[in-house]
């Protein structure tokens, strides 16, 4: 049996974790439905690999309308540190992921 993903741009690491590409699209109504798919199936750290110089549209307002503050989205230099330190959120080089 396959498993069903969220979008069709990620796929399973390994058991609770989750890759996928920068999760924004180009309309925030699209960008909506996108986030409630990654979040419904149990995400709940986003890794933000984006840079200010980065021509990406920004997500952090999407996050915090849908989970409600129940999502970690954190800068790659917090989640290496806490992957270092043996903590459950593990690095996402594609931009999401799940803790563990």
């Known amino acids: 049996m396959t498993e069903e993903l969220p979008t069709p741009h990620c796929y399973r690491v390994d058991t609770g974790f989750l890759a996928g590409n920068y ?14 798919r ?6 709940t ?9 980065d021509p990406l549209e920004p997500y952090d307002h ?5 989970a409600d503050g129940a999502v970690i989205r954190a800068a790659p230099s917090t989640c ?7 903590a459950p959120v593990r690095l996402s080089a594609a931009g999401w992921c799940v803790t563990a």
């Open 23 to 36: 999760p924004r699209t180009r309309d925030t109504d699209s960008s909506r439905e996108k986030f409630r």
């Open 80 to 86: 290496t540190a806490g992957v270092a330190s043996g």
């Open 62 to 66: 999407l996050l915090s309308e849908l």
């Open 45 to 53: 750290c986003f890794v933000d690999l984006t840079t200010p110089h």
């Open 38 to 43: 990654i979040l419904d199936a149990g995400v």
